[in-house]
């Protein structure tokens, strides 16, 4: 592997891409531990007690025998954060051929469930590779020469919906559209509950969703947005979230929601998208950052929601 070349190499990106999706798939990330360590220390009904206790042990055991924490490994997604200074071996085609071949690897590997089927004829290639899967998205950070990979395999599957409010709706319309997204799929356990929710305000409909996904599956247990306005919703939410019952798995319980993250984007005068996005207790996700001179360093923390990603003004 050249060091001190400059070059990421596409070798490092497929080791990165590897790696991330395989921990990715196994270990909870420390602060996703913590939360649902919280939850059960708090938890006062017995049966979401012991439930709470039985997906804390899981965890423990998916890591002891190096297996996928739960039989539905969700859809492998890549967010891939490209310093604005790196130079990339083959360029960003070689980086997609090495995220496409990772996923369809670990597929192999550790057994991930092979979901991704043709949405009408329902074959399924049995990679988890096929037409626009898995998903790439990309964001940008200046004065940075290295490549962030964070691998993501998203559960709750039902927990996803859209919703356009006028601006009239204010906050109590975002609070009713919550609660409506709670009642529809947590209280059925559709969503597997608890659950980290993100929800992205404004913007438009697809960026609404977008940023939703992102703020549940990218930012870590307890971060608050930088926006004291925002900041003071997403404490609000997740203590109107919990006080539901709906609980673990929707059995009853004081803990439903672990955390609540909301992401905005200006947006149209006349009205509001909302769009909300529920991770479940298979909270997984890992990020690795490889350096030119061939370093890969691994995280729990995507860092993904930087001040020049949500950049304000014109600069
Ligand atoms: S929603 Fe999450 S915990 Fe439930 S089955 Fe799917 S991946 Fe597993």
């Known amino acids: ?68 924490m739960c039989g539905d490994t969700g859809l492998p997604r890549y967010y891939v954060k490209i310093g604005n200074e790196a130079r990339l071996e083959g360029g960003f085609v070689a980086l997609e051929r090495a995220l496409r071949q990772a996923v369809a690897d670990v597929t192999r590997d550790i057994q991930l469930r092979a979901n991704r089927v043709h949405p009408l004829t329902r074959k399924n290639p049995g990679n988890n590779v096929g037409v626009f899967a898995p998903n790439v998205d990309y964001s940008f950070e200046p004065d940075a020469d290295w490549v ?23 906050i109590e319309g975002i609070k009713r559209f919550f609660l409506d997204n709670l009642a529809e799929f947590a209280r059925r356990g559709l969503s597997c509950p608890p659950v980290t929710i993100g929800i992205g305000i404004g913007g438009t409909k697809d960026q609404a969703v977008r940023l939703s996904k992102e703020a549940a599956c990218l930012r870590v247990q307890g971060d608050r947005h930088p926006d004291p306005v925002v900041a003071r919703l997403e404490e609000e939410l997740t203590e109107l979230g919990n006080r539901t019952g709906f609980g673990v798995m929707g059995v009853g319980g004081d803990v439903t929601v672990l955390d ?54 014109i600069a």
Request: hydrophobic content about 35%; proline content about 6%.
């Open 1 to 68: 592997m050249p060091v001190g070349t400059g070059l990421i190499t596409q070798q490092a990106m497929y080791q990165a891409a590897y790696e991330v999706n395989r921990r990715a798939a196994i270990a909870v990330p420390k602060d996703g531990l913590l939360a649902y360590q919280k939850a059960l220390e708090r938890e006062s009904k017995p049966l979401a007690r012991f439930i709470l206790a039985q997906i804390c042990l899981n965890y423990q055991l998916a890591v002891a025998e190096g297996r996928p």
């Open 148 to 170: 962030d990979i964070t691998a993501v395999h998203k559960g709750g599957l039902f927990g996803t919906d859209y919703r356009m409010l006028f601006p009239g709706d204010g």
């Open 260 to 313: 609540v993250h909301i992401e905005i984007a200006y947006t149209h005068t006349g009205g509001t998208p909302v769009g909300i996005s529920q991770f479940c207790h298979a909270y997984r996700r890992a990020t690795a950052r490889i350096y030119p001179d061939g370093r890969i360093e691994y995280r729990d923390d995507p860092q993904w929601f930087t001040p020049y990603y949500r950049r304000e003004g």
